[in-house]
Structures are given as structure tokens and as C-alpha cells.
């Protein structure tokens, strides 16, 4: 079983930066893709940006020219950078891992954490 642990929410001013961190831990797992998505109350979840086991990287048109994905593959972690943030950046962010565990393919989510953008 795998485990996401989300980091970097809070609080930030219109035109700001903010990093998030998710690290997955578990046995015997290999990741085959992870992501970052979002929620507003009331609204369904959104992808934010994806980046596979390979690097590559899909972005939500609403925030590609601000966001950048990466990962660290020897710390299972991945990384989102986000820049210029507006008001309506602020959502949930959930973290997501599709991955291997020797046996089958299993998707896993985090607990999410909140990102508020306002002055």
C-alpha cells in the first residue's frame, strides 16, 4: 500500500509562488504516474498537471503557462510550482499516484491540502 503526503498550502498574495511537495512511501511500489489536481466546494475535481515515470508532463490549459511539474524519482516525490497565482487558484490540491505493486496497478490519493490565494 502506498501513502501520499502532501506539503506547501497556505496562504498567498495575488501574483504569488507557491511550491507543493507530495511524497509517496509504501513497499514494494513503482510509480508509473503522479499528479496534482484540485477542488473547489461544489465544484468536481480538475486536474492541475501529470508527469509519467518517463517525464512526461500534461498540464491544465488554465494554468500551464504558470505551473511547472517535476519529480524526484529517488525520493518518489513530486513537485508542483506554481506562479502568478490568482484568486481562483485557491482549491484543495490533491496529490495522485497511479503505480505497480508487483502485482497489480493501483491509483492512490492524498488528503489534500489547501492552497488560499487572496490579499
Known amino acids: 500500500q502506498v501513502q501520499l503526503v502532501e506539503s506547501g498550502g497556505g496562504l498567498v498574495q495575488p501574483g504569488g509562488s507557491l511550491r507543493l511537495s507530495c511524497a509517496a512511501s509504501?513497499?514494494?511500489?513503482?510509480?508509473?504516474?503522479m499528479g496534482w489536481y484540485r477542488q473547489v466546494p461544489g465544484k468536481e475535481r480538475e486536474l492541475v498537471a501529470t508527469?509519467?515515470?518517463?517525464?512526461?508532463?500534461n498540464y491544465a490549459n488554465s494554468v500551464k503557462d504558470r505551473v511547472t511539474i517535476s519529480k524526484d524519482d529517488a525520493k518518489n516525490t513530486v513537485y508542483v510550482q506554481m506562479n502568478s497565482l490568482k484568486p481562483e487558484d485557491t482549491a484543495v490540491y490533491y496529490c495522485?499516484?497511479?503505480?505497480?505493486?508487483?502485482?497489480?496497478?493501483?491509483?492512490?490519493w492524498g488528503q489534500g491540502t489547501l492552497v488560499t490565494v487572496s490579499s
Open positions: 495522485y499516484a497511479f503505480y505497480w505493486n508487483g502485482v497489480q496497478y493501483r491509483e492512490v
Open positions: 509504501g513497499s514494494r511500489f513503482s510509480i508509473n504516474a
Open positions: 508527469i509519467t515515470g518517463s517525464g512526461s508532463t
